[in-house]
């Protein structure tokens, strides 16, 4: 009888420890909602462009305007393929470089959100012009009770603002 009681207490340590040590565990960064941030350098380089005026990444894949002069066009980047552009539109603005910046940036950006906020899917990422800051990293997450919140981060992933979203 007691080697039966005994075995059961240590059944149950081990199974209080086995979810204690899940529950301190980071939770899994949710970036299947949002794959294609892991293909913004793909994007980038299927345009062989080097001046846009946004890059950005939603359930569709990464969508880009490319600058040309004081025309832009858009191209769609789903499925690992560059979708042909659209009709040139006039530019909106010159646009920024793409020199210098960590297009990796994103997917961190988004594990980052995703892991400060449990439960929090990120459902857009952007890169855009903002003055004075110039290219600027722009998220877009929803809680899990449906809360829309709008993220500014530096080229370098420094916080610029957080705003609730209408």
């Given at each position: 009888?007691?080697?039966?009681?005994?075995?059961?207490?240590?059944?149950?340590?081990?199974?209080?420890?086995?979810?204690?040590?899940c529950a301190s565990s980071p939770p899994v960064p949710n970036t299947a909602s949002l794959?294609?941030?892991r293909h913004i350098s793909a994007a980038v380089a299927a345009t062989a462009a080097s001046r846009f005026t946004e890059i950005n990444v939603n359930a569709d894949g990464v969508i880009l305007f490319?600058?040309?002069?004081?025309?832009?066009?858009?191209f769609l980047y789903a499925d690992g393929?560059?979708?042909?552009?659209?009709?040139?539109?006039p530019a909106q603005g010159a646009g920024f470089s793409i020199a210098g910046i960590?297009?990796?940036?994103?997917?961190?950006?988004?594990?980052?959100?995703?892991?400060?906020?449990?439960?929090?899917?990120?459902?857009?990422?952007a890169l855009i012009d903002v003055p004075p800051h110039g290219a600027v990293w722009a998220l877009?997450?929803?809680?899990?009770?449906g809360g829309l919140v709008n993220l500014l981060f530096t080229r370098d992933g420094a916080t610029i603002s957080a705003t609730p979203a209408t």
């Open positions: 009888m007691r080697a039966r009681i005994a075995r059961a207490i240590g059944s149950l340590v081990g199974a209080c420890v086995m979810v204690l040590g794959p294609g941030v490319v600058v040309d002069g004081a025309t832009e066009r858009s393929q560059l979708e042909p552009p659209g009709e040139p539109q960590d297009l990796a940036r994103g997917t961190a950006l988004v594990t980052q959100v995703e892991r400060q906020f449990p439960g929090a899917t990120v459902t857009t990422v877009r997450s929803r809680s899990v009770r």
